[in-house]
């Protein structure tokens, strides 16, 4: 088979990448491993930057977002029982979109099916050839028949565990990395909302946050030890859990019903430089994981692919410049959001080794949230996006 891009993974990135080029008239193959109903049971985060709606739209992928997507101007960040407000619209003009990752997953599927993109699932032991000549290859086997693509670009879409990064030859990606001494355990339950706004709690027993899939579908997490196990916790135990952990108010307001998921997700800081070797590009997952205080996740995706799919196009048109600077600029970007969530992590979460100065440290830095305006316009700036 011959594609002139290759691209594998069939996540939100390999989806969207797909999706553009072939607006542009570039034809792709998506080569995913698993089934698509195991792709869209995956439960991730729901927070979309302005940005990113905006490269939905742009992708004809928009409609879903648009009718059931929740614009929040603000969150609440609150330390044991006080809360207070971030206004992003306030301080920066904008808000952003509470909207499953899972349901952008499906309308970019649904959009690959409208417009006849081909996308292989159950495609086995992929293998990347000569990413570093003008003619790369991938290959792959499907119920025991191997297949070959011949491409001019491949795209690495594959997360974190795929197979992309770990072809680059060693020494030519240098890897940046580290583990938190904790995990999220997060539960999704039909319930509305205890709040209107997402709740970020810093609480000594431990973080907690309140989010949401729509008015009447929540989400919520709490920090546990990396090694806890999602079976540990009865729903009973949770949600007293969760009650102890938020400001009273919200407490009161709390409906608790049945779990539809219950997980734990480590945290975990990581980026790979460069994103390209050759005609190889790394996108989304594959090259960089940020923890998921402010769901930077598959924003950062987002990003990536609007550097890619705007540098193919333009090579296309015999102009290469884009697929030179598409590391370098996808980085920058990438190493802002690592940034933040860092330290929207260290805000908000209990450390193991946390001591009496680190204590007063984390305090004083929120109460110069809720005093400073200076400070929270910074926050909201970081929140809502960077540009790209
Ligand atoms: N061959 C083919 N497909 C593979 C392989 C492989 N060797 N390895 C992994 N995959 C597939 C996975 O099954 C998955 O469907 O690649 C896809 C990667 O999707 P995601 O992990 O969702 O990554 P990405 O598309 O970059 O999405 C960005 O940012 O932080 C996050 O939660 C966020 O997942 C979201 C994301
Ligand atoms: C989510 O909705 O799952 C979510 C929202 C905001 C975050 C993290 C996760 O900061």
Redesign the pocket.
């Known amino acids: 088979m011959r594609a002139q891009v290759c691209i ?7 989806l969207l990448l797909s999706q553009l080029l072939h607006r542009e008239g570039i034809d792709t193959v998506v ?4 089934s698509r109903d195991h ?1 869209l049971s ?1 439960i ?2 729901g927070l979309l930057e302005a940005g990113t709606v905006g490269m939905l739209r742009g992708a004809g992928v928009g409609a879903g977002v648009g009718e059931n997507g929740l614009v929040h101007g603000g969150c609440q960040l609150a330390f044991r029982n006080r809360g207070f407000r971030v206004d992003f619209e306030r301080h920066v003009g904008k808000g952003v979109t509470i909207y499953g ?1 899972t349901e952008v997953t499906r309308d970019l599927y649904d959009a690959r099916d409208a417009m006849g993109g081909t996308v292989v699932h159950h ?1 086995e032991d ?1 293998v990347i050839g000569d990413a570093d000549t003008d003619s790369p290859h991938v290959t792959y086997v499907k119920d025991g028949t191997g297949h070959r693509v011949d491409c001019d670009w491949i795209a690495g ?7 992309s990064r770990r072809s680059i030859p060693p020494g030519v990606v240098k890897e940046f990395e580290r583990v938190h001494p904790f995990g999220w355990l997060g539960i999704l339950s039909d319930v509305p909302p205890v709040a209107e706004e997402l709740i970020y709690a810093n609480h000594p027993r431990g973080f907690a946050l309140c989010t949401m899939r729509s008015r009447t579908r929540s989400r919520y997490y709490l920090q546990v030890p990396a090694s806890e196990k999602a079976e540990n916790w009865t729903e009973d135990a949770f949600w007293d859990e969760l009650r102890r952990r938020i400001p009273d108010d919200a407490a009161d307001n709390m409906v608790t019903g049945p779990f539809i998921e219950k997980s734990v997700a480590p945290l975990r800081s990581f980026v790979a430089e460069p994103m390209r070797w050759g005609r190889l590009f790394l ?4 090259a960089h ?2 923890p998921p205080t402010g769901a930077k ?2 924003n ?2 987002v990003s990536d692919v609007h550097y890619l799919s705007t540098a193919l196009i333009q090579a296309y048109g015999g102009d290469m410049t884009g697929v030179e600077n598409y590391s370098g600029k996808a980085l920058a970007r990438v190493w802002g959001a690592i940034r933040f969530s860092w330290w929207f992590t260290a805000l908000t979460h209990r450390f193991p080794d946390q001591d009496d100065l680190a204590q007063r440290l984390q305090e004083t830095e929120i109460a110069y949230l809720e005093t400073s305006d200076a400070a929270r316009k910074s926050m909201a700036e970081q929140y809502v996006g960077l540009p790209f």
């Open positions: 594998i993974g069939g996540g939100p990135s390999g080569l995913e491993r698993r792709v995956r991730r985060a990752q495609a992929v879409c594959d997360g974190f565990h795929g197979v996108v989304g997952d594959a994981i940020v996740g598959l950062l995706a």
